[in-house]
């Protein structure tokens, strides 16, 4: 059997972990493919700075720098932010998914024009710098929000009835500017995907289970990212990123 590695980018207990591999049932997987949700090492408390992303960015690759050497054969990064892709795909042979840039991708398969629904305002910003990076800006029709801080653990559990008429409202206005496709702008929303795509007149993309559909799919056809574009590193420093990761835990521990 093959081996999925989810990296998950909060260092989360048990209950959280949970929380979040219940997104495996969204979507129907091979049994040929298992899939182990593995939280960082240490990281962020929140996700909402330029702050965040740095700290975002080394926890999720440290998480994934032994993957290959672990037996896994493929590595899905659990973020819509994408961090930690770049880096991985440097020192891994194996595919890394990122839910990020397969979602905004793969609307531009089933419509024009994509809207990005956010969980607050605090987070838009984000949004706005991938959209740009990837060149999609044009294709981008909206980036709303549902004002609703964002729970990484628990995610929407015993919030439905409020937030997710909240979502709805926050896509329907995305279409009104031109969105003919919606992507969920993180994976702990993945609860309201079966809602908003029965509530909405256009696809909804739920991004954890496209991103674990695809890396089932990269394996089936034998392809895993360009090395050309992802150049190995000339002098890796693998031991010393660990070594870091776990001085910041021990630190962490302490608090």
Known sequence: MKKALVIVPFALDEEGLSNREKQVEKVSLSNDLSFEFKPVTAGPSSFMSSHDTALMEMSIFEAGISAEEDGYNVVIIDTMSDSGMA??????????????????????????????????????????????????????????????????????????????????????????????????????????????????????????????????TMLDVGLSHSKKAFPKPLSPKIGMIKAMLQAAKKFEDKK
């Open 87 to 216: 880096p991985l795909r440097s020192v891994l042979n194996i595919p890394v998914v990122s839910p990020g840039r397969a979602s905004m991708l793969f609307a531009l398969m089933l419509g024009n024009k994509f809207g990005i629904l956010a969980q607050w305002e605090k987070a838009v910003p984000r949004y706005q710098k991938v959209v740009i990076e990837y060149g999609l800006d044009n294709h981008c029709a909206s980036i709303n929000h549902f004002d609703e801080p964002p729970d990484f653990s628990n995610l929407l559990t015993g919030k439905e009835e409020k937030v997710f008429i909240k979502m709805k409202s926050a896509c329907e206005r995305m279409i009104d500017l031109g969105a003919d496709v919606i992507c969920l702008g993180s994976t702990t929303m993945h609860q309201a995907g079966e809602f908003l795509s029965k509530e909405l007149t256009v696809p909804v993309i739920n991004p954890g289970p496209l991103s674990y559909k695809l890396a089932e």
